[in-house]
């Protein structure tokens, strides 16, 4: 425990500001790291000095109390780390508060995680399977009733021979002896920045932190081998394309009967022939004889559930559009659907008959045949019924 002045361990003034603090700490830390001054006890010592000064003075409550009452002020419960005071701010702590503040230098973030996550958690993190993905073509009526979908899954699974613990029969597990455990080695680098300390998976043990005496031989150890299964995925109505779901557990299984990771399935929608999706209305466009548009009738027109029979009115245009109401997709997080809109456009007969024309001819003499002006608001009404 230092009893030294903590300014003066960090040769700063006692009004300097956070980030001379946190510079200065750094140079100190940097200086007398353990790694970089092995066996030096002196080092050592300096390095836990200025940690501790600098886990006081970042903070700004505690710089305030340091202030007032000095070390003492500081000795209470909760004043420290884990509530235990400064009697108990070892090497660990201290390496542990300077990997927080600065391990991202060079090494990338998530190194004190990993490092310091220690015993059983890390282990069980390292044991986690990966995730998978998959990806899950659907059709508009698929995605319109919501669908139950077998997926055929590659993934790695417990191996059959050694139950998934890795084990030839008789075999057994030992702490690796170049990580002791740890599944992780430090070691030092030096870049522009200085040394660095890096935390690199131990080469031996593969991250494991144990080795086996003698591996199953289906498995090389891992406990898990590839193979095929089939997922079943309950699909909801009312998805979209890029839409996902997680199935918990049913991706890789992890290493020596670990934890078994997710696998995501991100749906995708497959072109309809005939519909096109737009939010959760669909459209389709359906040709009518010019006949029917003038006097009017009914005609079948397909849905994604069926056909349905639609009544066009005498005197249709083309282009004009009608809306059977919740017909379309239903929406995913809402009650009720989008509706279908169904968009006609006058048929002109491309090949006629001579009789044809000439009834054609007399009815074009007709005034009822000879279409208005042109007039903006005509196709204006035509484009408000699609409601683009
Ligand atoms: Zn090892
Ligand atoms: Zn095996």
Same mark, same amino acid.
Request: cysteine-free; overall charge neutral; hydrophobic content about 25%.
């Given at each position: 425990m230092s009893e030294r002045d903590y300014y003066e361990v960090l040769g700063v003034s006692r009004s300097a500001p956070e980030d001379e603090i946190k510079s200065a700490y750094r140079k100190l830390a940097l200086k007398y790291h353990p790694d970089r001054n092995p066996g030096d006890k002196t080092a050592e010592e300096r390095f836990k000095e200025a940690t501790e000064a600098y886990e006081v003075l970042k903070d700004p409550q505690k710089r305030q109390t340091y202030d007032q009452f000095g070390h003492a002020g500081l000795? &209470?419960? !909760?004043?420290?780390f884990g509530g235990a005071g400064?009697?108990?701010?070892?090497l660990s702590d201290a390496l542990r508060a300077f990997m927080r503040d600065f391990?991202?230098?060079?090494? &990338?973030? !998530?190194i004190f995680d990993e490092f310091f996550g220690g015993g059983a958690g890390s282990q069980e993190r390292y044991n986690r399977g990966e995730d998978l993905r998959a990806r899950l073509e659907l059709t508009l009526e698929e995605i319109q009733t919501g669908v139950e979908k077998t997926l055929r899954v590659r993934r790695l699974e417990a191996c059959d021979v050694c139950s998934g613990s890795?084990?030839?029969?008789?075999a057994s597990r030992q702490t690796c002896p170049d990580c002791r455990g740890a599944g992780q080695i430090r070691t030092l680098s030096r870049t522009f920045l200085g040394t660095i300390q890096q935390v690199k998976t131990c080469p031996r043990c593969r991250g494991a932190g144990e080795t086996i005496t003698s591996p199953c031989a289906s498995c090389h150890g891992e406990g898990r081998v590839r193979g095929v299964s089939r997922i079943k995925v309950r699909v909801p109505a009312g998805i979209s394309s890029g839409n996902y779901m997680t199935l918990e557990g049913k991706g890789n299984i992890g290493k020596n009967d670990g934890q078994p990771g997710n696998l995501i399935v991100v749906f995708e929608e497959k072109e309809h022939k005939i519909f096109t999706r737009q939010g959760n209305n669909v459209i389709c466009q359906i040709p009518i004889s010019f006949t029917l548009a003038a006097l009017g009738g009914e005609i079948s027109v397909p849905t994604l559930n069926g056909n349905h029979t639609l009544k066009v009115p005498a005197g249709t245009q083309s282009g004009k559009v009608f809306r059977l109401r919740s017909k379309g997709i239903p929406h995913l997080h809402a009650h009720g659907s989008g509706d279908e809109l169904v968009q006609v456009a006058v048929w002109t007969p491309t090949k006629l008959s001579g009789e044809d024309k000439q009834l054609l001819q007399e009815l074009d003499?007709?005034?009822?045949f000879t279409p208005p002006e042109s007039d903006k608001s005509f196709f204006r009404k035509l484009r408000d019924s699609l409601g683009f």
């Open positions: 000795s &209470g419960a !909760g004043a420290g400064f009697g108990g701010f070892d391990g991202g230098f060079g090494t &990338g973030g !998530g890795g084990l030839a029969p008789g003499k007709s005034p009822s």
